[in-house]
């Protein structure tokens, strides 16, 4: 398959986009294995009409269908990791023969040889063909150590003769060993004798090696035969093997070269060209740019020679071929190009002698073709257009062929040392001028392309540089026109002046470049970052609502436990309440653990907003007491305390502070179960993302030994020893350090009652009667374990 430049937009598009999948894969270090494709149509279809292909034929075709295999399971792979839809399609279509792969992979080898595993009949044969050759060397070997039989043999060596192991007998001597003579020496003093011991043992190898090379023939014919069998699909695969070499083959050019892909644009489309430079210049070539649109249809180089026009003219031709080829070019990234339907050059000087062409005549007839052809879908480049003839002739010939390819609309670079082209390019619409720029301190050309000013051709400089004499040049510079000089001067100024802007403007686009590339790594990071946040705040959240609900019901456990030990009374030892007690200890602050996390690094990172369910909650309808939900999670508890804008709501074991307004009261639609903090479903309220609803802030209240108060006036001794059970189970579960009980001063018997039930009881570590700022003897303090 041959590289040919498209003359359609959407398929140049197409090779490009193949291109760039493979470049991506290859800067990737992914491995496209390439190594092992054939030119297997020839062989393919003889087998198809009957042929046998020999073993090393049938390697071929193993060795191909094999890269087949590996590159489409490469390619598959690959493209799970990126996206590369277009080498995946063409990978979907291989149909590697694993049954063909496997049945030759056991019957031939690389070095075209058939395989003893090819057949049993095959590998029975081999195996007597070795006893034999065996049997054979071990008797002729005997010859070699016997001492009768060694003084008539020439050298006591065994060799070959027509496939039959021999001995150098002398001929003198022929008859003290009896055989058969299978040659003799040039020089008749030897004779080359099998011996009569392994004649028979001879005969039955030659046998054996007559009966393999009829199984090997067999075998060959018998895989010839699956192969043409399979001749179809075997194309198709060899079809598509050749385009992915060709896309990866691309692909490794435009690495090498340092290339970028293009932008192809419509036909009537402007498009530029950045720092663009030579293919085979290597990296350390000067980069030029130019734009190309309606003003420069044609763009007219002038300037002096070795400046780099010829070069140029070259370079923009070869990178529109390139990009029409699916191949990348050596230019910025930014670039762009369109697809030209022909592509016309003449460059060069081809004299012939065999046609008796001259240099002028043999471009003339190159430009009369290109003139009869060309279009607008036509890029003309032109050499030296003009030269070869009289100077006035020549520039006025190079007029008429550039005015009438402009009328054509064909898109034309030229080159030129006529001053009067550079006159017909300042005048005419749609012709621009161009030169290569020239240090005019060093003499030396920069190979910089100046676009809108005509280049100065420096002959009197250059002469002088190159070594011509001073007495010489004094008379040149006599003979010199003074306008033509201070024209050339101007000339040279204007374009040093140039060549500065140019540096400037070069310099910035650098920068602009640098800045958009570090945009576009900054965009690319900043989605990263937001998608491993996602996934570590639904991590986290999931972790927390299992921790929850595992520390909760552990909790939960030892208070049934501590419960169980009161009831014993005296029968509990000391250290199995400690135990329990620390155990309860130790979950509590587990669970404050979590809940500081809960308020931690992830909702810092998302903050959570007040939930916009059933709208806002009106003060007057919550009072500390009342029993509410949280939304959007449905946790229920009750409200401990309201402190401006958060609500205090003690949730199972869990007192937490939530945005007052995502708590409502409990009503009937309520009624259903809802989730609780004891269940293992609970739901953590960080902002997994920007886009989600947003949860109301969910805090585990710090302060769990706050002061707690329980008042019993009015109520029966009873009542109130109830009452006060339940606030000293309340005052575990919270973690307080302590309980107010309001009992009043009255008889003094719910303060009796009141003492002697703490005295008895487990949780209480001591009591007092409060001090006159605490409510004094009308109050008992209740210290907790």
Known sequence: MELVPERERDCALLRLAETDEAYRLLQAGEVLPREGIFPLEPLIRRAARGGVLGAGELYQVLSTEQVARKLQKSIEAAHERRAVPHLASYAARLQPDRELIELLLRSVDEEGKVLDSASPELSRLRREIGRTREKIRSTMEGFLRDPRTLKWLQEPIITERDGRMVLPVRAGDRAHIPGLVHDVSASGQTVFVEPAEVVQLGNSLKLLEQAEAREVARILQVLSQRVGERAERLLADLDILIALDLILARALFSLEIGGIRPEIVADDAPYTLYEVRHPLLGKKAIGNDVYFDETNQLLLLTGPNTGGKTVFLKTVGLVMLMAQSGLFITAREGSSVRVFQKIFADIGDEQSIEHNLSTFSAHIRRIVTIIETADRSSLVLLDELGAGT????????????????????ARVVATTHHSELKVYAAETDGVMNA???????????????????PGASHALDIAERLGVPEETMAIVRKMTDPEALRESHLLSTLNSQLTGLQEERRALDAEKLRLKRLITAYERAKTALQSERDKLLKRLEREYREAFGAIEAEAREVIEQLKALEKKGSAVKPHEWTQKMADLSTARGLLEEIGAKLNGAPHEASRAAPASHGGKVKRPELMPGTNVVVRPHGWRGSLVHISGSQAIVQVGLMRMSVAFDAVSPVTEEHEAPASSMSKSNITTTKNISSSSAKSPSVRVHADHRAMHTLDVRGKTVEEALALLDEALDQALLDGRASLTVIHGLGTGALKRAVADYLKAHRLVQRYRSGDMDEGGSGVTIVELV
């Open 390 to 409: 009289d100077p006035k002739e020549g520039a006025a010939l190079a007029i008429g062929i550039l005015e009438t390819l402009r009328l054509k609309g």
């Open 435 to 453: 030169s290569m720029s020239f240090d005019l301190t060093t003499l030396r050309p920069t190979y910089r392309l100046l676009l809108g000013v």
